[in-house]
């Protein structure tokens, strides 16, 4: 298998504070890949890292044959990188499959001043971007709310939306940030289903999550932080058999739990 991402040797700093220090590992290619660690370890950092929110301070990002750790975020997600938000990025004014629309306008070339003139071809892309949204809206299972607007929505139909957005674009590797945050037993249940449906599309898949259920589930493999370091890498078995990990998780705060 070969691997899609390699972070190398990355360092993280914001003033004094070092959130990931030289921190290395891959996604391989269809593999669902976990991050985990308690409060404060760095997942947030090296995930933003990642998704190019904002750049190393030291090491390397890369992406199949391309260097991305300096490119903005609008460069990589032509390349075939996506990402859904803790606190959802959708728009609330907007139904469902405006939504999604909205969200595949990052892979087509006209303007939006000539999708709003409805220029012949951007009528030819509108038409692209509607069967588009159509596929995604149906495979995460949205199909039936179409029409209401997103401020309508529970929080469950909410994430599926924001999942529904990434996905619209076709992504090669998808990074999902505590998408099962809030989410009671059965939509989290749904949504590891999902996800693993996601990656027997071909799709990598790259998840910071709290829930260690869904972690220990799904993952191929789980990178673990402390205090910004890697400590440990592995399948989900030897993660939690891991004498450092257990040790890290015990000096956590009573929130965190490693036991699945
Ligand atoms: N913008 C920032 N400026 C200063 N310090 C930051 C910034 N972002 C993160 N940090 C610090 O970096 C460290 C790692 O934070 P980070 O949010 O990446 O951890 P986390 O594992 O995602 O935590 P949590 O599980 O609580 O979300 C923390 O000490 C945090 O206070």
């Known amino acids: ?51 190019a929110v904002f750049p190393p301070s ?21 390349m075939g990188i996506s990402r859904t938000f803790q606190n959802l990025q959708v728009f609330k004014k907007m139904t469902v499959i405006e939504n999604v629309m909205v969200g595949l ?32 809206v149906n495979f995460v299972g949205l199909e039936d709310i179409l029409e209401v607007d997103a401020g309508n929505l529970p929080l469950g139909k909410l994430r599926l939306l924001e999942l529904a957005r990434a996905l619209a674009t076709k ?28 990656r ?14 869904l972690v220990m589930k799904i993952c191929d493999k789980i990178i673990v932080l402390d205090q910004g370091e890697k400590i440990a890498e592995g399948t989900p078995k030897a993660v939690q058999n891991n004498q450092r990990v257990i040790e890290a998780y015990l000096g956590a705060s009573d929130e965190e739990e490693l036991t699945v």
Do not use: C
């Not at 190398?8 to 991050?35: M, P």
């Open 200 to 213: 027997d599309q071909g799709v990598s898949i790259f998840v910071v999550e709290h829930d260690m259920d």
């Open 58 to 78: 030291e090491g390397e990002i890369w992406f199949e044959n391309h260097k991305i750790d300096s490119l903005p975020s609008h460069k990589i997600a032509p």
């Open 1 to 51: 298998m070969s691997s899609l991402l390699q972070v190398k040797n990355v360092t993280k700093r914001f003033g004094g504070v070092v959130a990931n220090r030289n921190v290395s590992f891959t996604i391989d290619e269809k593999d669902i890949t976990g991050l985990i660690g308690p409060n404060g370890a760095g997942k947030s950092t090296l995930f933003n890292m990642v998704s």
């Open 105 to 136: 306008h990052t892979r087509t070339t006209s303007s939006l001043a000539a999708a709003a003139f409805r220029f012949p071809r951007s009528r030819k892309e509108e038409k692209f971007i509607y069967e588009n949204a159509m596929e995604v």
């Open 171 to 198: 992504p090669k590797l998808l990074l999902l940030d505590e998408i099962a945050a809030g989410l009671n037993h059965q939509e989290t249940l749904e949504m590891s289903d999902l996800i693993l449906k996601i």
